[in-house]
């Protein structure tokens, strides 16, 4: 007689299989599958959830906007001399109104300076302690779920197995 090891929660134990050809056919087949999954990565997730120790931010957030000002002072002026070339050319090359080339060079330096600030801004904060720490809070979310699923699909197996002794047993339970 042959037994099924199941390793759950760090205890194992052995479950007996019947000797029918049948079931031993179909519980082999089930366990070749109930050991991959016991095999697969060790999920960690306790240890994902606790806060990061010694990570101290000694800036203020006047001095973190001010800094993140300053690093974007040089794109700011290379998008107001786009915009300023961007309004010659359509007033002079194009033959446009001139009001209508300043508003569109004004919309151009814009909608470039606001793009430059917003995606500097979500590095500054994704950087930041604050992010890193949202970041391991997804992070550990999604390994919560990854183990709960497959803590379901093994449940899942298991029952399936031991409908399919009872079945072809032929006894009534």
């Given amino acids: 007689m042959s037994n099924l090891k199941i390793v759950e929660r760090g205890q194992t134990r052995y479950v007996p299989l019947n000797d029918s050809p049948a079931v031993r056919q179909m519980s082999q087949q089930e366990s070749n599958i109930l050991q991959q999954y016991a095999a697969g990565p060790v999920i960690m997730v306790e240890q994902a ?33 786009l915009g300023a070339v961007c309004a ?30 917003a995606g ?27 183990k709960l699923d497959h803590e379901q699909e093994l449940k899942r197996l298991a029952l399936e197995a031991t409908l399919k002794q009872l079945e072809a047993r032929g006894d009534d339970y």
């Fill in 120 to 146: 500097a801004d979500e590095r500054e904060r994704y950087d930041s302690r604050n992010g890193v720490e949202h970041h391991r809070i997804d992070v550990a979310e999604s390994l919560t779920l990854r």
């Fill in 49 to 81: 959830l606790q806060a990061q120790e010694g990570a101290d931010e000694r800036t203020s957030g006047i001095d973190r906007s001010r800094a993140l000002l300053l690093r974007l002072a040089p794109l700011a002026g290379l998008w107001l001399i």
């Fill in 88 to 117: 010659v050319v359509l007033c002079f090359l194009v033959e446009v109104d001139a009001t209508f080339s300043a508003v569109a060079g004004l919309v151009l330096f814009v909608f470039l300076s606001y793009n430059s600030y």
